[in-house]
């Protein structure tokens, strides 16, 4: 079974982090609709009036931490007050450059959390991911 | 009347001949209170917190002195106690001394220059034990600092290496010539990104540790350069910058520390422009006039939201997502003009510009 396509949000304050993001899940040829945003709230906002993608297909999303106005934690407490038919859509993987403890930590407190990954991003780290998801 | 840096010492003795003879000998060294019980003791304790030395007499009806000190230990921590006994009672003064309840002991009878030494070392020893209470809390504050400081490093100065890295990553497997290009033009600004940070912490290290060099200053000449640096990077990028010192008194303050103020808020200035407009502009207007500078650096830029106002000044705060904030330029700002004296003050209109107004007294 060839495995099938995915929907992808980015959401990091960095906008190279994004560029390197969203040029990785390409590389992949699996990505349908990728999108990135630097502004956690907007990421938010488009996910809410998403509600159900039209093409069906799971959303995966790298969120990083340390981002000005809400940060990644404030962005997943928020999503987790969401609808389940919505949360259902998504795939969570925090993508930070932190190597602070409390908040590898306080990222497994959050059950809508898939994984902690460590940046950079590589095409090694997302197959690898991806395979887990099929 | 009193004079404030007197030693408030409190007295506690069952007879009144002790506690009047005490009085008479030490009333224009110390501020003596007396106490005839401990339920008296007790009292002016609580309405008297700055009681530096506490003399007890052992032998008392209700209470041994050691008894009454074991008892106020906790609540009283402050005030250095001193036990007034002969030498009958040695046994118990000495377990008292051993458990900590006691610093120093009088035998009885005293004579004033047993009671004098007393009092004179416990004050020695009450004030190094308030300074340590001082310094401890200093210590924590610079540890909460350091903790956030270290937090924060992790993000600002590792997160642009991991990007890099990620953008190296891209560039060895691709073969499109324009897009390694392209990945370069940003691997560029996150390398930039990394050095401003770095200048910032050398600005913060400097405003913390720094003494103030004060000389005689020459607006004119504290410009110049940063005039140069900015109009060349005003022509780039489209921005209309304006210099303007009216200089005619002498201003005598610190150059490093203004130079820092300056640079931090036109680098402000620059960076926070809107970039799809026509007639973008910066403008430096320094003025000295009856011992006073005032310093206004005004764009036609984003602006700032209403509601992160009062939080620009803040460490590693950033109201906005544009990715050139560090969120530790005008923290530094704020820091060097407390050490100058000065203030500041921030009007903005989000999508229409930011003024920031500084006034720094002479020294």
């Known amino acids: 079974m060839t495995p099938g396509n995915l929907n992808f949000i980015v959401i990091d304050d960095s906008k190279l982090d994004c560029f390197i993001a969203e040029k990785i899940i390409r590389n992949t040829g699996r990505g349908a609709v990728v999108k990135s945003f630097i502004m956690a709230p907007e990421a938010l906002e488009y996910i809410i009036s998403t ?82 998801i099929d | 009347m009193e004079k404030p840096e007197r030693i408030r010492v409190l007295y506690i003795d069952d007879e009144i001949n002790n506690l009047n003879g005490f009085k008479a000998s030490f ?9 005839s019980d401990t339920a008296d003791a007790l009292v002016m304790l609580e309405k008297h917190p700055d009681i530096r030395v506490i003399l007890c007499d052992q032998r008392m009806p209700t209470q041994t002195g050691v008894q009454f000190f074991e008892q106020i230990r906790s609540q009283h921590p402050l005030p250095i106690r001193v036990l007034i006994t002969g030498y009958t009672d040695i046994e118990s003064v000495i377990d008292s001394i051993n458990k900590g309840n006691i610093f120093r002991y009088i035998k009885k ?37 350091l903790d956030k400081f270290a937090y ?5 100065m590792r997160g642009p290496l991991m990007s890099l890295l990620g953008a190296i990553d891209i560039s060895k497997n691709s073969d499109d010539i324009s897009e390694i290009k392209d990945t370069l033009g940003m691997m560029e600004k996150s390398v930039q990104k990394l050095d401003d940070f770095i200048k910032s912490i050398h600005e913060y290290y400097s405003l913390k540790r720094g003494q103030l060099q004060i000389s005689e200053i020459n607006f004119k000449e504290v ?9 060349i990077a005003g022509k780039l990028e489209h921005i209309n910058f ?64 209403n509601e992160y106002v009062n939080d620009i000044f ?11 904030g560090s969120g530790f330029g005008l923290y530094n700002v704020k820091d060097a003009l407390t050490k100058l004296n000065g203030e500041i003050f921030v009007t903005s209109t989000l999508n229409e510009g930011t003024t920031f107004k500084v006034i720094i007294p002479s020294k």
Do not use: C
């Open chain 1, 51 to 132: 509600n159900v993608p039209d093409n069906n297909l799971k959303t995966v999303m790298l969120v990083d931490i340390q981002m000005p106005i809400m940060n990644g934690f404030e962005f997943i407490e928020a999503f987790e007050k969401l609808p389940q038919p919505i949360r259902d859509n998504y795939i969570i993987y925090v993508l930070s450059s932190s190597i602070n403890e409390n908040d590898i930590s306080r990222v497994r407190y959050h059950t809508s959390v898939k994984q902690f990954l460590n940046k950079p991003l590589t095409s090694n780290t997302l197959s690898t991911i991806l395979e887990l």
């Open chain 2, 242 to 305: 304006t210099v303007n010192v009216v200089q005619n008194d002498l201003f005598r303050s610190d150059a490093v520390f203004l130079k820092i103020i300056l640079n931090n808020l036109v680098a402000n200035a620059f960076k926070f422009q809107r970039h799809d407009i026509v007639g973008k502009i910066v403008d430096l207007n320094i003025t000295v006039h009856k011992g006073n500078v005032e310093l206004i650096v005004r764009d036609n830029g984003i602006g700032i939201k």
């Open chain 2, 109 to 145: 009878p005293w004579t004033d220059t047993d009671v004098k030494s007393a009092i004179e070392e416990s004050n020695k020893f009450y004030i190094a034990n308030s300074l340590l209470t001082l310094k401890n809390e200093e210590l924590e504050k610079a540890y909460l600092e």
């Open chain 2, 314 to 324: 803040k460490m590693f705060f950033r109201a906005t997502s544009s990715e050139i």
């Open chain 2, 223 to 231: 410009v110049a350069d940063l005039y140069d640096l900015y109009s």
């Open chain 2, 152 to 156: 924060s490093v992790t993000h600002d």
């Open chain 2, 27 to 35: 009333r224009l060294d110390y501020n003596v209170m007396i106490a």
